[in-house]
Nanobody
Framework: QVQLVESGGGLVQAGGSLKLACEAS????????MAWYRQAPGKQREWVAG???????NYADPVKGRFIISRDNPKNTVYLQMNSLKPEDTAVYYC????????????WGQGTQVTVSS
C-alpha cells in the first residue's frame, strides 16, 4: 500500500507564498506521474500541476507562472511552490501518484488545507 502524506498548508495573506510537500512511503523514482489537485468548497476537484518521472512539468492555466512543481527522488517527495497566492487559490490540496512502478493504480494523499485571505 502506497501512502502519500502532504504537509505545508496553512493560512496566508494574498500575495504571499507557501510550499507544499508530498512524501511517499515508496520510492518515487519509477512513478510516472505525480501531481497536485485541489478542491475548493462546493466545487469539483481540479488538477493543478503535474510532473513526470523525467521531470517534465505542466500547469493548469490559473496557476501558470505562479506555481512550481518539483520532485526530489532521493527524498521520495514532490513539492508545490505557490507564489503570488490569491483568495481563489483557497482549497484543500491533494497529492496524486499513478503509473510507472504503480501501474494503473492511482493513489491520493489525505489533503492539506490552504487558505488565502484578502
Amino acid at each position: 500500500q502506497v501512502q502519500l502524506v502532504e504537509s505545508g498548508g496553512g493560512l496566508v495573506q494574498a500575495g504571499g507564498s507557501l510550499k507544499l510537500a508530498c512524501e511517499a512511503s515508496v520510492s518515487i523514482t519509477g512513478i510516472n506521474t505525480m501531481a497536485w489537485y485541489r478542491q475548493a468548497p462546493g466545487k469539483q476537484r481540479e488538477w493543478v500541476a503535474g510532473i513526470t518521472s523525467r521531470g517534465m512539468t505542466n500547469y493548469a492555466d490559473p496557476v501558470k507562472g505562479r506555481f512550481i512543481i518539483s520532485r526530489d527522488n532521493p527524498k521520495n517527495t514532490v513539492y508545490l511552490q505557490m507564489n503570488s497566492l490569491k483568495p481563489e487559490d483557497t482549497a484543500v490540496y491533494y497529492c496524486y501518484a499513478r503509473g510507472g512502478s504503480l501501474s494503473t493504480v492511482a493513489y491520493w494523499g489525505q489533503g492539506t488545507q490552504v487558505t488565502v485571505s484578502s
